[in-house]
């Protein structure tokens, strides 16, 4: 964007990675909702594409914002008039450094957990959010543990509700086949060993998109497909190693075969996980897929940054942060403007994409001095993902979050086919969920951007036998 908006700028892109991400087969669905993959490429290709690019491959060792100056790696220093900091995330590690642990956030360490898994029989994976959801539907051959705090799958995108409908899905042994693999994976020769390295000393790589498990043969050492276990309202406590675990003298868990049926343990394993709820259960390793903390680490030291409760960077309603000619954008940046009443800042790949185009236009404006607004894609808080094969559309406020008791849920679902929530606060849409096939976003997305009361309709606002579409076109 900003090579677009500055063709005879230079437009330095600092990355510790070899390759870039691009969005391609961007769709717009609606009004707000976008629909797009995300694929690795060549550097070079970016450079071909806008000749005022130059991307420099180093991680950053420190900024001195005082003196507008980047200090990479390689012992470079690079002067800019205006910096944007867009380094993401890194996963929520239960526990640093220790071999059984993986934290699964990026392309990098999906590989490396795929090597893991071919020779594993049991792991445990640790916490609710999309990449653990993924991730336990995905996994054949391999007894899986799902260790979980909340009472119900996948919170931190749907409810208990919505949690039910897609449980069958993970138990069914028939499996459809999944889609064809739209991402393509370039490396650079001798990135390979390179690229294994740093995976595994933990270095940043670039975050999943959302269809990162497609093309990973994700299976493990056991003929049958699923066997999954979860174990809700628990944290993991204590991971001990083997010798450690014979010397506390305690049973671990065989896998559970029934409710009732909870047997000791016969086989020794490499690893063994201790759950709040005083469980314990042995396993060859244990995913860390408890979300992410922003990236701020080389830019602290020195500067000045307002640091959001979350840890990432203050950012105005312009993007910028809270020093001269630094903005943030994506998973780094805190939103610390008062948001639309039905949008919420998450760490996705939408937002993080709608950032930096938008951070671009905020420093093209304030270098011609002109002023702006802020991005309607701001309004209202709009995801589309794929779970289990099924199409999810999430909509505002669709978990209630931030409305307090004051609020309704309106439900509507057909076992195997869809579920639809909606949340209404006043007579007034709130917030969606929308699962299957259901062809509701656009006139959701509507009902909820104008406010309109909708209270007359009372239930019959999900009514299948009602075109609710055509009602409100």
Not at 10 to 21: E, G, H, Y
């Amino acid at each position: 964007k900003l090579a677009a908006e500055f063709p005879s700028e230079d437009i330095f892109l600092i990355t510790a990675s070899p390759v870039i991400k691009a969005v391609t087969n961007f769709k717009q669905v609606s009004k707000t909702l976008e629909e797009f993959d995300v694929e690795e490429q060549p550097s070079s290709l970016l450079e071909k594409q806008y000749p005022n690019i130059r991307v420099i491959q180093s991680g950053v060792k420190q900024l001195k914002s005082d003196e507008h100056k980047i200090c990479t790696e390689d012992g470079e220093e690079y002067i800019y008039e205006k910096l944007c900091l867009c380094a993401g995330a890194k996963p929520k590690l239960i526990v640093e450094g220790n071999p059984y642990v993986l934290g699964i956030r990026d392309t990098d360490s999906a590989q490396a957990f795929q090597k893991n898994l071919a020779q594993a029989e049991r792991i445990v994976v640790v916490g609710n959010g999309g990449i653990a959801l993924e991730l336990v539907y995905e996994i054949q051959g391999c007894e899986v543990i799902w260790a979980i705090k909340d009472k119900a799958i996948g919170n931190t995108f749907f409810d208990a509700g919505a949690a039910e409908f897609l449980i069958p899905k993970l138990t069914a042994e028939s499996r459809e086949s999944p889609i064809e693999c739209k991402r393509t994976k370039y490396t650079v020769e001798g990135s390979e060993e390179k690229g294994r390295l740093t995976a595994a000393s933990g270095k940043l790589g670039s975050a999943l998109g959302p269809d990162w498990h497609e093309g990973l043969h994700l299976k493990g050492t056991k003929e049958f497909s699923h066997k999954v276990h979860i174990e809700i309202l628990c944290e993991v406590k204590k991971i001990h190693l083997q010798q450690e675990f014979i010397q506390l003298q305690q049973t671990s868990l065989a896998f559970p075969k029934g409710e009732k049926n909870v047997e000791p343990d016969e086989v020794l394993w490499p690893v063994y996980v201790e759950l709040t709820n005083g469980k314990i259960y042995g396993c060859n390793f244990l995913v860390s897929a408890t979300g992410v903390v922003p990236n701020v680490e080389p830019f602290l030291d020195g500067n000045n940054f307002a640091v959001g409760e979350d840890g990432g960077l203050k950012v105005d309603k312009h993007m910028h942060t809270s020093l001269p000619d630094v903005y943030a954008a994506g998973d780094i940046c805190t939103a610390a403007w008062e948001p639309s009443p039905v949008w919420h800042q998450m760490r996705l790949w939408t937002q993080a994409r709608q950032m930096g185009w938008y951070a671009a236009k905020c420093m093209a404006a304030d270098a011609l001095g002109e002023s702006i607004d802020l991005d309607f894609s701001f309004e209202l808080f709009a995801h589309i993902t794929k779970f289990f094969n099924y199409k999810v559309v999430v909509l505002g406020k669709y978990n209630a979050q931030g409305l307090g008791s004051d609020h309704e849920l309106m439900l509507r679902c057909t076992k195997g086919h869809e579920y639809v929530k909606v949340v209404m606060q006043n007579g007034r849409m709130m917030g969606a969920v929308l699962i299957g096939e259901t062809d509701l976003e656009e006139t959701f997305e509507n009902l909820i951007l104008n406010q309109m009361d909708l209270s007359a309709y009372g239930e019959d606002l999900l009514n299948p036998d009602i075109d609710i579409e055509d009602y409100f076109d």
